[in-house]
């Protein structure tokens, strides 16, 4: 199956719903939009979510699109939603929504293309509520507990998430209630026997996950470092921004699972006195085999044998005899591949896809501008990678909606002290833009990050950047590839050439004046 690009979903849905959806309850509904006129995306591995209004009936819905889907997307959706159903009747559970998935739901370059509808959930996924509360023992403390209860009823019912990671998971009620979203990668009895369409999200997930793995069990990984990561906040809050944590992972990573003895963050969470132990109990699993995973619940308790451990993060070698008793090189693997902000050319080549972009800052751009019909100036902040004054950017988009929503210390906001700073950012790159500037008469090509928090952006250190730059893309690229239809080449993201040839983009996609 081909899928539409991103540029082909935002161009559908400025169509008249009536003519973009079969379904009568997304005909009645009005797109929510940024203050740019384009629809407001949120992204995910694979899939797009927008959300759809209905103001008559004072109902609001998200829309799922698909930028990937596994080949039998259709069979394992229908046994998930016969699942989740047999579930909440029988059980009451409010950890699931109902979801109405739609094999031919939407209309796009005149194909149809599959949807999933499901009411508007209100509240924070786990990343930005940890955001917000890291600092807060208490409130991680009830967090913790939640997500116990919520393993231990996975495990009950015999199924499986098979992605838990911060952003599938929503926080509402202050913390008092908890629920999973996106099931693409969902393990139910029904689907015993096949494949895992995906392998999760690569933070939360042992470094030896594969295929073949596609049980009850799948979710044992996640779990486990979710509690730990959570415990080591309860005790020092501080490793929050010394690990770097953001929406893609919390204190671990990837990179830590795959050689946990020259880790420095599994060094550092060994010198918590309380969870000592665990940590290298936790190091233990995953140096060992993914099948051979513990029931969480005995790691929770603190029922799994002790086992013997030295952390030594990796020296900087000073010599022939130091290179050969180092550990092996450790390699960043993101959780989406990793492109450098500074280069116009390979970030244009992402658009209408989701990567890991790390760049230097070199302008930030704030103030107040009429956007739309508004008749009152409205805030921004512009973050730039690159000069306007070479006739390409690429810039992070802090719109108004954003701003003014706000709650935190707008100290922490991206300013002028951010420049020639490092930072990270994971998030869709918009279709290229043409800007209109009286030294270009052709414009400025933008390529836009709009992001749906400011946590999104975070700082780093040099050496870290770097790290990161240097991380292996071929495993990603791997991962995120298996068992799905990838997307066709997203249109306009090959931008190179003369400015007449970089001029030809989609009318329909509405450009920024700044």
């Known amino acids: 199956m081909s899928l539409p690009t991103l540029e082909a979903y935002l161009r559908a849905l400025q169509q008249p719903a009536s003519r973009t959806f079969r379904d009568y309850a997304l005909q009645r509904c009005d797109i929510e939009r940024n203050t740019l006129g384009m629809p407001r995306v949120r992204s995910g591995n694979f899939a797009l979510v927008f959300r759809m209004n209905d103001a008559s009936a004072k ?39 109902d979801f109405d998935y739609q094999a031919h739901g939407m209309v796009v370059n005149d194909q149809t293309v599959p949807v999933i509808k499901m009411d508007w959930n209100y509240g924070e996924t786990l990343g930005e509520y940890l955001y917000k509360n890291y600092k807060d023992s208490k409130r991680i403390a009830k967090l913790r507990a939640q997500l116990r209860e919520l393993c231990a009823f996975l495990q009950k019912m015999a199924i499986a998430h098979g992605d838990i990671q911060l952003g599938n998971i929503l926080v509402s009620k202050d913390g008092g209630q908890i629920k999973l979203i996106d099931y693409d990668g969902m393990y139910v009895p029904e689907l015993k026997g096949r494949l895992a369409s995906e392998l999760g999200q690569v933070n939360f997930q042992h470094p030896g996950r594969k295929e073949s793995l596609f049980g009850p069990e799948l979710d044992r990984f996640a779990f486990m470092s979710l509690d730990l990561s959570l415990g080591l906040l309860e005790h020092n809050a501080e490793l929050w921004d010394r690990t770097y944590s953001d929406e893609e992972g919390v204190i671990f990573r990837a990179t830590d699972y795959a050689n946990p003895l020259a880790s420095q963050t599994f060094g550092l969470a060994a010198q918590v006195p309380a969870l000592s132990l665990p940590t290298k109990q936790f190091a233990l699993m995953c140096l060992g085999p993914v099948e051979k995973l513990p029931d969480p619940f005995e790691f929770f308790e603190g029922r799994i044998p002790p086992g013997t451990l030295v952390f030594k993060p990796r020296p900087k070698p000073e010599g022939e005899a130091i290179k050969k008793e180092v550990q092996p090189e450790r390699v960043y693997v993101g959780s989406f591949e990793v492109v450098a902000a500074g280069q116009f050319a390979k970030v244009s080549r992402h658009a209408g896809r989701r990567v890991e972009a790390v760049g230097k800052v070199l302008d930030v751009r704030s103030g107040k501008a009429y956007f739309g019909s508004s008749r009152l100036p409205r805030p921004y902040i512009y973050v730039d990678f690159t000069a306007m004054s070479s006739g390409n950017v690429v810039r992070i988009k802090l719109l108004p909606e954003i701003l003014e929503s706000f709650t935190g210390e707008r100290r922490l906001l991206p300013n002028d002290s951010w420049i020639g700073k490092w930072v990270t950012v994971s998030e869709v790159i918009q279709p290229i833009q043409y800007l209109s500037h009286p030294s ?13 928090d400011p946590f999104q952006v975070k700082i780093i250190s040099a050496e870290e950047a770097a790290f990161r730059l240097k991380g292996n893309n071929h495993l990603v690229r791997r991962r995120l590839g298996t068992r799905m239809t990838t997307r066709e080449v997203p249109a306009g993201s090959r931008i190179s050439g003369s400015p007449g040839q970089r001029r030809n983009t989609d009318a329909l996609i509405r450009l920024s004046k700044m």
């Open 440 to 452: 270009f008469p052709l414009g400025i090509g933008e390529a836009g990050i709009v992001v749906n």
């Open 59 to 97: 109902r609001s819905y998200a829309l799922r699109v698909f930028t990937r889907v596994s080949k039998d997307v259709e069979e394992r959706y229908q046994a998930i939603a016969e699942t989740i159903k047999a579930i909440r009747e029988s059980q009451g559970s409010s950890f699931f929504v």
